[in-house]
């Protein structure tokens, strides 16, 4: 287990030297996406407002309030649950360039195959922990799709973002699976009266 | 009383409504709110409550969790309960919400039985301090058409808030549970109606593959809330009030029922999904078991899950509207 600290737009090096149960800290930029904002991505053949090359993700919804210059003040902002949205990883990594996703939760086999072939990886979060992820970003720098309120996509602007965990490498590992596929074995074992 | 559906009332409205004004003393002379303002008051305060200050039983456990973790050499499931308990320290320094995910609310009113009150308007005020609590914090709203997805913009709508109500017989004050249940761990609720000979072995066996079914998106560590017997609804129902209303470390009044307890927390924990599902021993910080005796044909068995925050808060209030406020145990 080592730990990084990473600048964005992050590079294909970047992802690949890291393994799962790794740390990494994030200095720069992330953007904020969720249901509705990939649906209107995928679904609708609208692109992404801002270059995504290099980018990181973050799966989030976030609690704001509006100054009357039309900027935003962050009140809470915290992840949601990756799976829900997993089948937009594939085409974030394959067709936009996306080299991470910070979510909970974690993402299914498939997006796990694409991550490894596009050399993107999937940071996990502490879910819930929106106190300490609103502390850790600095400011809302940007927003875009505000008719989604509040699932449109923003820019945010984070200083030493984490630590997170890499529980999805960018060499096929996951650390869901393995610890789902053990859960289940020990299941199996169990002599339940 | 007019019915006033969907409202919302703007920042920094006056606590009395146009009705109760009316009535008021003159400024300047003292005055208890009536029981009706007290109630309005209290469900917004509560939902806030709820939001920001995790209860004392909750804290113990995750600390509890971190220590065996760290002595078990685990340092990712420590770095993950370490984590909880900065951002709960966070939140309590800053006075802000723990979590992003400001949930549907559910209140659970339990009326004395000397009270003499007007259910509908009591109902109201529950939903008008919630729609308050959202428009004046303001708390991000979460509630949409089931089909159209469109927002209220309030927290509250057809059905929502969530209000169970009871009565408790003899006394004449109010007590109002309120839970925000957030949505990672309330998307992980599930129902079997098991035949009866599956027994005491299909109750765990289901209880178990529901909760590696759930994995890490429930944000584990969770409190297991299971339902046995009753009705199908009401084992749903039973679920939820285990799961959310009850603080850890009681137990079933039931004997068996709190030996189950205890046999699924060794079990759940030995399945190594742990914080966040990304491995350790502390998946699960309790099994909750309320239940209900059912038919001879039957064996329902519900769980609904709560997410490490554990999130609840408790008033009571008396026929005056004197307000205590606490963490609550059902």
């Not at chain 1, 704001?64 to 990756?82: A, C, F, N, Q, W």
């Not at chain 2, 068996?256 to 502390?282: K, W």
Request: proline residues 6%; contains cysteine; aromatic residues 6%.
């Amino acid at each position: 287990m080592a730990h990084y600290k990473l600048r964005t737009p992050l590079t294909e090096l970047d992802i690949r030297r890291l393994r799962v149960e790794d740390t990494v800290a994030i200095d720069g930029v992330i953007f904020g996406i969720r249901d509705a904002t990939q649906i209107r991505i995928f679904d609708r053949g609208v692109p992404p407002p801002a270059d995504l090359t290099g980018a990181v993700c973050l799966h989030t919804a976030p609690g704001v309030r509006k100054r009357p210059d039309g900027t935003y003040e962050k009140l809470s902002i915290g992840t949601t649950t990756s799976t829900r949205m997993n089948r937009f990883v594939p085409g974030l990594v394959g067709k936009y360039g996306v080299r991470a996703i910070i979510g909970k939760g974690g993402v299914l086999e498939d997006s796990v195959a694409a991550m490894a072939r596009h050399g993107a990886a999937y940071f996990a979060i502490v879910g819930g922990a929106a106190a300490l992820t609103t502390k850790q970003i600095e400011a809302i720098e940007r927003v875009w799709w505000e008719d989604l309120m509040p699932e449109c996509f923003w820019q945010f602007r984070v200083k030493e973002f984490g630590p997170l965990i890499v529980a999805i490498d960018s060499h096929g590992e996951s650390l869901y699976r393995r610890v789902r596929e053990r859960a289940e074995q020990r299941v199996k074992e169990f002599r339940l009266k | 009383m007019t019915r006033r559906d969907f409202v919302q009332l703007p920042a920094g409205a006056p606590l009395m409504d146009d009705h109760r004004a009316a009535q008021a003393p003159a400024p300047g002379a003292a005055r208890l709110p009536t029981i009706y303002e007290a109630v309005e008051a209290v469900a917004r305060e509560l939902y806030w409550r709820a939001l920001k200050d995790i209860p004392p039983d909750v804290r113990a456990a995750l600390r509890g969790g971190l220590q065996s973790e760290r002595q078990s050499g685990n340092a990712t499931a420590g770095q993950v309960l370490f984590t909880i308990l900065e951002n709960i320290r966070t939140a309590d320094e800053q006075d802000t919400l723990v979590c992003q995910d400001t949930g549907l609310p559910i209140y659970k009113i339990l009326v004395g039985g000397t009270l003499q009150l007007d259910i509908p308007e009591l109902k109201e005020r529950i939903r008008r301090g919630c729609q308050r609590a959202t428009a004046e914090y303001p708390l991000r709203s979460n509630t949409v058409h089931p089909l159209t997805r469109k927002h209220t913009g309030t927290n509250t709508g057809q059905g929502i808030p969530v209000i169970m109500l009871d009565f408790i017989p003899g006394t004449d004050h109010i007590e109002v549970h309120m839970a925000p249940k957030g949505s990672g761990s309330e998307n992980m609720s599930f129902l079997r109606m098991l035949n009866p000979e599956e027994g005491r072995q299909g109750i765990k066996k289901f209880v178990l593959d529901c909760v590696v079914a759930s994995g890490a998106q429930p944000c584990p560590p969770v409190v297991v809330g299971v339902g046995l017997g009753g009705t199908s609804d009401l084992a749903v129902q039973l679920a939820k009030e285990a799961s959310t209303f009850r603080p850890i470390g009681s137990s079933n009044g039931d004997p068996d029922v709190a030996q189950l307890e205890r046999e699924l927390l060794g079990l759940i924990n030995q399945t190594g999904i742990g914080p966040q599902g990304l491995g350790g021993a502390t998946t699960a910080l309790a099994v909750h078991i309320e239940w209900a005796h059912t038919h001879i044909t039957q064996n329902p068995v519900a769980v609904n899950m709560q997410c490490w925050r554990g999130e609840r808060a408790h008033a009571v209030i008396t026929p005056e509207g004197k307000v205590t406020y606490s963490h609550g145990a059902l």
